[in-house]
T-cell receptor
Framework: DAGVIQSPRHEVTEMGQEVTLRCKPI?????LFWYRQTMMRGLELLIY????????DSGMPEDRFSAKMPNASFSTLKIQPSEPRDSAVYFC??????????????FGPGTRLTVT | GEDVEQSLFLSVREGDSSVINCTYT??????LYWYKQEPGAGLQLLTY?????DMKQDQRLTVLLNKKDKHLSLRIADTQTGDSAIYFC????????FGQGTTLQVKP
């Protein structure tokens, strides 16, 4: 299995531009998570989906952020308009179905976003 | 709400043992986890312990759980330079609550 795939790996954009981050979860996994990691705030859960349905979006910073999961194999996190304080590494993770602890979250390599 | 706390930094010499500590607040968690993040990479599940266990050993890793004090620790025996990373403890199921991460620096 290729693991969780994220694209792009690096994104540099100017303030005000729209940014779209993409994630392909591990095949067969039914939960998907978006995290943001910064030095100041550590690892923050932004939103997670279960069976393509958003379950908890309480971590989404503000209306500029939106996430979609149109099908079981694809999710996007969009920031519009982007601001310098959005600069961070954004991780996507997926989780298998069931209660076994080994199903717990598998992380992608992350997208490093820099907003100038 | 649930909270997980860790010390931020630990420095050890190669060959020594490392002990990374974590405290948590949610006593209902069935499993507790340790994740490892190497530079430039995502988090990787390292090990986990069932909440009714006190100890779990996996090669160089020993996880100790004190449920009464809600304290979790990860001991790495014979620490190597390749163990240098950020270590996160986490609790929950599905939606995990992560600590801030402990940066382990291994000096040769």
């Amino acid at each position: 299995d290729a693991g969780v795939i994220q694209s792009p790996r690096h994104e540099v954009t100017e303030m005000g531009q729209e940014v779209t981050l993409r994630c392909k979860p591990i095949s067969g996994h039914n939960s998907l998570f978006w995290y943001r990691q910064t030095m100041m705030r550590g690892l923050e859960l932004l939103i997670y989906f279960n069976n393509n349905v958003p379950i908890d979006d309480s971590g989404m910073p503000e209306d500029r952020f939106s996430a979609k999961m149109p099908n079981a194999s694809f999710s996007t996190l969009k920031i519009q308009p982007s601001e310098p304080r959005d600069s961070a590494v954004y991780f996507c993770a997926s989780r298998g179905q069931g209660d076994r602890p080994s199903y717990e979250q598998y992380f992608g390599p992350g997208t490093r976003l820099t907003v100038t | 709400g649930e909270d997980v706390e860790q010390s931020l930094f630990l420095s050890v010499r190669e060959g020594d043992s490392s002990v990374i500590n974590c405290t948590y607040t949610d006593s209902s968690s069935t499993y507790l986890y340790w994740y490892k993040q190497e530079p430039g990479a995502g988090l990787q599940l390292l090990t986990y312990i069932f909440s009714n266990m006190d100890m779990k050993q996996d090669q160089r890793l020993t996880v100790l759980l004190n449920k009464k004090d809600k304290h979790l620790s990860l001991r790495i025996a014979d620490t190597q330079t390749g163990d240098s990373a950020i270590y996160f403890c986490a609790e929950g199921k599905g939606k995990l609550i992560f600590g801030q991460g402990t940066t382990l620096q291994v000096k040769p």
